[in-house]
Nanobody
Framework: QVQLVESGGGLVQAGGSLRLSCAASGSILSIYAMGWYRQAPGKQRELVALITTGDHRGDNTNYTDSVKGRFTVSKDNAKNTLYLQMDSLKPDDTAVYYC?????????WGQGTQVTASS
């Protein structure tokens, strides 16, 4: 029903920036929530940021405490693309980042993209 393809990962020095993109295709009109998860080696997968349908002022966004003030999630509905702007990257941000979508029936996942912030 929904396909997700991430891009934009890479290797940067601590303090640098990256922007991840997630292109959605298929039955995209059924999606009511999208977000980013990450999983570091030996760690559990954790939610990084989530964006859901909001009111007339825009969508609602939520972030895990460790990335607040540094990461920004946004969505371009015309392009069916989700973004994660990551600034002031830290070594602890190093992980595989996964795009996520929820259509109310099941979850969808991208293939993951590696983000490495070196010290």
């Amino acid at each position: 029903q929904v396909q997700l393809v991430e891009s934009g990962g890479g290797l940067v020095q601590a303090g640098g920036s990256l922007r991840l993109s997630c292109a959605a295709s298929g039955s995209i009109l059924s999606i009511y929530a999208m977000g980013w998860y990450r999983q570091a080696p030996g760690k559990q997968r954790e939610l990084v940021a989530l964006i859901t349908t909001g009111d007339h002022r825009g969508d609602n966004t939520n972030y895990t405490d460790s990335v607040k003030g540094r990461f920004t999630v946004s969505k371009d509905n015309a392009k069916n693309t989700l973004y994660l702007q990551m600034d002031s990257l830290k070594p602890d941000d190093t992980a595989v980042y996964y795009c996520y979508a929820d259509d109310g029936t099941q979850d969808y996942w991208g293939q993951g993209t590696q983000v490495t912030a070196s010290s």
